[in-house]
């Protein structure tokens, strides 16, 4: 079970997070509220002073604030130096900072200035390093309490999910655990585990009735095909006239084709890669055009070969012979005039021809079971078993075609490459 990216350690670290974020907000806070009220302070002080100075100076006499660190200035010329030539350019600025980390808060009066000096009197200045050291235990403090939560939490809610995970992941193909759901509570996982059950038991049944499906076939198909080719070869011993040997010779080469086509398909059905082998790939071609050649009787073809007698591939006689009759059997009835080449170098086939192409809509879904034009006559499989094969015995394949014709390219392994895990093809 991979926990680098659990969803448990993601809730943990989003409390976190959270806490973190939110005690950063109440630490901002809680020192703009101390520092808004001890403002607040001294702005009142310095207001009930400037009431009591302004009766002073109604009533003739020099102001004299009972304070002892506020006092009265006449005129902005006989303020501290250090607070003149701010006066000057900010003249509504009532809160000033000075040297030697002196501070200042000034009212006016109608005839003058009252200014405090409060650097003394700042209780936040100076309860702020214990300020910072509360505000840093509690968030410790609260990481600690919000982490343990999360944890709980996580382990309560994500418990029968790593379950389930665990149960995945110990779980082969080969063995799909049944009625499993039934250990988890009534909730969304055990709504999940209960989908998971369903979905499995009918991936069970389905891999069942394939299995039964394959061998049944394979028994039944090999039965007559065995008994046909044993009548086959007796009437192959009899005396036979020329015309008869001809017919019975295609038959038989039907019969190849047919127990060929049976073993590569129940191959397809199977779920193990083949089993590797190698083939002559002039003669396999060269048997193809003569088992699809019907497919040109009557039309003005030039057929053109260009694969070199030493070009051997690694893949089985059978299975190539079926890949090839598709191919061809596609470009012979989709040509009815021009050329077909067919060419290998570089161990890639091409096959190329100059039909009429395949309409741009069926393009997307060439290699989809049951996908053909509007004048095909088969079923729309060829194509298909294209793809199938090329997949099993890891070949890169594409198609391209336009109105002058289609071009299929089929590449081939090195022996070295074959069946190697991380294979790919491209459609």
Not at 298 to 310: F, H, V, Y
Not at 340 to 369: C, E, R, W
Request: glycine share 4%; proline share 5%.
């Amino acid at each position: 079970m991979i926990k680098k990216h659990s969803i448990h350690r993601r809730m943990l670290a989003a409390f976190a997070l959270t806490t973190l974020l939110i005690a950063l907000l109440f630490s901002l806070t809680t020192f703009l509220f101390a520092y808004h009220i001890e403002d607040r302070f001294f702005t009142g002080q310095l207001i009930d002073e400037a009431k009591r100075a302004e009766q002073q100076l109604t009533a003739g006499s020099s102001p004299e604030p009972q304070l002892a660190y506020i006092r009265y200035y006449s005129n902005a010329t006989a303020l501290p130096s250090e607070l003149q030539s701010v006066i000057q350019s900010q003249p509504n600025r009532t809160e000033f900072s000075g040297q030697e980390q002196r501070h200042y808060h000034l009212q006016r009066l109608s005839q003058g200035y009252l200014l405090a000096e409060v650097s003394q009197h700042l209780m936040v200045r100076e309860l702020r390093p214990l300020m910072l050291k509360f505000l840093l235990v509690l968030l410790l403090t609260t990481l600690l309490l919000s982490s343990g939560l999360a944890w709980l939490i996580g382990r309560q809610l994500l418990s029968p999910l790593q379950q389930l995970t665990a149960l995945l992941d110990n779980t082969s193909h080969s063995s799909l655990p049944a009625e499993f759901a039934a250990r988890f509570k009534p909730n969304e996982i055990g709504q999940l585990a209960t989908a998971l059950e369903q979905s499995w038991a009918r991936t069970n049944a389905f891999i069942e009735r394939e299995q039964l499906f394959t061998r049944d076939l394979s028994h039944e198909l090999r039965t007559p095909v065995t008994i046909s080719q044993g009548a086959l070869s007796l009437l192959t011993a009899t005396a036979l006239k020329k015309d008869q040997r001809e017919l019975v010779g295609r038959i038989e080469a039907a019969q190849q084709q047919i127990a060929q086509s049976m073993d590569t398909l129940l191959e397809l059905a199977r779920e193990p890669q083949p089993e590797p082998g190698r083939s002559m790939l002039l003669p396999m071609v060269e048997q193809s055009i003569l088992q699809q050649h019907s497919r040109l009787a009557g039309k003005d073809i030039e057929l053109e070969l260009a694969i070199p007698d030493t070009s051997e591939i690694a893949m089985a006689e059978a299975p190539l012979l079926i890949l090839l009759n598709n191919l061809l059997a596609n470009a012979f009835s989709y040509t009815h005039s021009g050329s077909i080449h067919i060419s290998y170098q570089n161990q890639q086939l091409i096959v190329k021809d100059s039909g009429h192409g395949i309409p741009a809509a069926l393009q997307s879904q060439l290699f989809s079971p049951g996908t053909k034009g509007p004048t095909s006559q088969g079923l729309g499989m060829g194509l298909s078993i294209v793809s199938r094969l090329c997949e099993k015995w890891q070949l890169q394949y594409s198609i391209e075609s336009s109105a002058t014709g289609t071009c299929v390219r089929i590449t081939f392994p090195l022996s070295q490459q074959l069946y190697h895990p991380n294979a790919q093809h491209q459609g």
